[in-house]
């Protein structure tokens, strides 16, 4: 209701107006949706910072975070702009929490000069042995590596990675190959000790001793069951479990491959709470997607391939690129091992 005063136009005198301002009424169904979006965001947020797994469909929601971070935002602020103030201040502040686990991958950690010896350590994963072995064995000679950790490692493709010429750049293996996706392997231009650093799981993880000029360290080829089979995830969730935490006084431990979880995955937070660090995200690359390696809108890209390290390990660069024939982008990361 407003008051306005009016001149009469016949006897000149002032006299108020009182008018009344009819508001657009709020669309109920708009806000409705803003609700539902609010507390599925606020659901969601809650599952990836509190570290619940939950079922496979809670698991594949949690890859998504970076996604998920974003939209809510970005809905957050459209709330805001409609004057829906619970809605708009509960998602913001939500994101904003969210932003501050996501953003940080982004941008490179400070760290020192590292001395000590210089590795170079790639990790691919091989979609079943059906990738081409040409064109990683060409990758391995122009980008120097010194250790190729390998998922999905089958017997036909040993043999084409030998016809290749493999063995002429990384003679040294521990071949767990086998049919189908289950295979794994480890090459290196060093000497190499198999050794049994995981339990038995359902897919095979090449484990050995690399005999480095100074500090040795042990790799692991880490591939555990995906979480979202219709089995569920308990396979997926036992084995990140049962990889092996930093050794304080052996060896310094590398895990290397497709860990089938993301920085978000609680799982993953878990060895990297135990003294591991994330490569990528020690570089400022932790956002850099690696599967599927073909562009598109589904599914939405996302990081499940790493290189863990023992926090005593200074992390120089990491690549992430494509490989013909594999569903999964390929990881190089270059790092110097101290001489303890």
């Known amino acids: 209701m407003k008051t306005t005063p009016e001149t009469d136009a016949r006897s000149g005198t002032l006299h108020d107006v009182v008018t009344t301002e009819v508001k657009p009424p709020r669309s109920g169904f708009a806000t409705f949706l803003l609700v539902v979006c609010a507390m599925a965001f606020v659901t969601a947020a809650l599952v990836r910072l509190l570290g619940i797994d939950g079922t496979r469909y809670m698991i594949a929601a949690t890859s998504l975070t970076?996604?998920?971070?974003?939209?809510?935002?970005?809905?957050?602020?459209?709330?805001?702009?409609?004057?829906?103030?619970?809605?708009?201040?509960?998602?913001?502040?939500?994101?904003?929490?969210?932003?501050?686990?996501?953003?940080?991958?982004?941008?490179?950690?400070s760290r020192p000069n590292g001395v000590g010896q210089q590795v170079r350590l790639m990790t691919s994963n091989l979609l079943v042995g059906i990738a081409d072995a040409g064109a990683i064995v060409r990758e391995v000679k122009a980008r120097r590596v010194d250790i190729l950790a390998m998922q999905e490692l089958t017997p036909e493709m040993v043999r084409d990675l030998e016809r290749a010429g493999l063995n002429q750049v990384l003679p040294n293996r521990v071949f767990l190959d086998e049919p189908g996706g289950s295979g794994s392997g480890i090459a290196s231009r060093f000497p190499l000790s198999q050794r049994n650093l995981t339990p038995p799981g359902t897919l095979q993880q090449a484990g050995a001793l690399v005999d480095l000029p100074g500090k040795d360290i042990e790799v692991v080829s880490v591939h555990p069951l995906p979480p979202v089979v219709t089995a569920g995830p308990e396979a997926w969730q036992r084995e990140l479990a049962g990889l092996p935490s930093p050794d304080s006084t052996g060896a310094i431990r590398v895990l290397a491959g497709d860990f089938n979880a993301t920085l978000d995955h609680v799982g993953l937070t878990r060895l990297l709470n135990k003294g591991y660090v994330d490569a990528a995200d020690?570089?400022?690359?932790?956002?850099?997607?690696?599967?599927?390696?073909?562009?598109?809108?589904?599914?939405?890209?996302?990081?499940?391939d790493h290189?863990?390290?023992d926090s005593k390990v200074l992390v120089d660069?990491?690549?992430?690129?494509?490989?013909p024939g594999s569903d999964h982008r390929a990881v190089v990361s270059q790092f110097v091992v101290p001489r303890l």
């Open 317 to 323: 660069t990491v690549d992430v690129f494509d490989v």
């Open 307 to 309: 290189v863990l390290v």
């Open 66 to 109: 970076p996604y998920i971070t974003v939209l809510g935002l970005l809905i957050g602020l459209f709330a805001l702009f409609r004057r829906r103030w619970v809605v708009g201040l509960t998602m913001t502040l939500v994101g904003v929490v969210l932003v501050a686990n996501v953003a940080p991958r982004a941008f490179p950690d």
């Open 282 to 304: 020690q570089v400022g690359k932790g956002l850099i997607h690696t599967w599927p390696s073909s562009s598109g809108f589904w599914p939405p890209p996302v990081t499940i």
